[in-house]
């Protein structure tokens, strides 16, 4: 049967159409902060929890350490992380944020309340619909 072979019955597309505008209404407020959306996730996990190997930033981030890699090298090269071999393990890279990394996020403070604006849904639709695209991608995954 092909009667479900249309863009309005599927669930991809409405996703992949809210991330992309999602990202285009992002993009002018990280503009101000010298960020791509990436880049801001990176600094989101960091602000979160400083000092993380490149490893736990992939699995935080659900990154390769091939894309993790050239955005945490743009970041050091803007003054915003470090990178540093752990003395533990000369195999793990740890990063670190930079006085700048830090104060960068006080500028940030009001993208989160100026996007949950822009989306047009109340707190509690927010709340909800990130938790059941949390679960979805869980089991996404799961089936990988």
Same mark, same amino acid.
């Given at each position: 049967m092909t009667e479900h072979l249309t863009l309005d019955e599927q669930i991809c597309f409405p996703l992949y159409a809210a991330s992309r505008a999602m990202t285009a209404v992002y993009r002018p407020r990280l503009d101000r902060l010298g960020l791509t959306y990436p880049q801001y996730l990176v600094m989101l996990a960091l602000w979160?929890?400083?000092?993380? $190997?490149?490893g736990d930033l992939c699995d935080a981030l659900a990154l390769d350490s091939g894309t *993790? $890699?050239?955005l *945490?090298?743009?970041l050091? @090269? @803007?003054?915003l992380v470090a990178r540093q071999r752990s003395a533990v393990d000369e195999r793990r890279v740890d990063i670190?944020?930079?006085e700048?990394?830090? @104060? *960068?996020?006080a500028a940030a403070r009001e993208i989160p309340?100026?996007?949950?604006?822009? @989306?047009?849904?109340?707190t509690d639709e927010l709340v909800a619909l990130r938790e059941t695209l949390r679960r979805m991608t869980d089991s996404l995954l799961s089936q990988l």
């Open positions: 979160e929890r400083d000092n993380r $190997s490149v *993790l $890699s050239p *945490l090298k743009r050091e @090269a @803007a003054d670190q944020l930079t700048r990394g830090c @104060a *960068l996020r309340a100026s996007m949950t604006e822009a @989306a047009g849904l109340s």
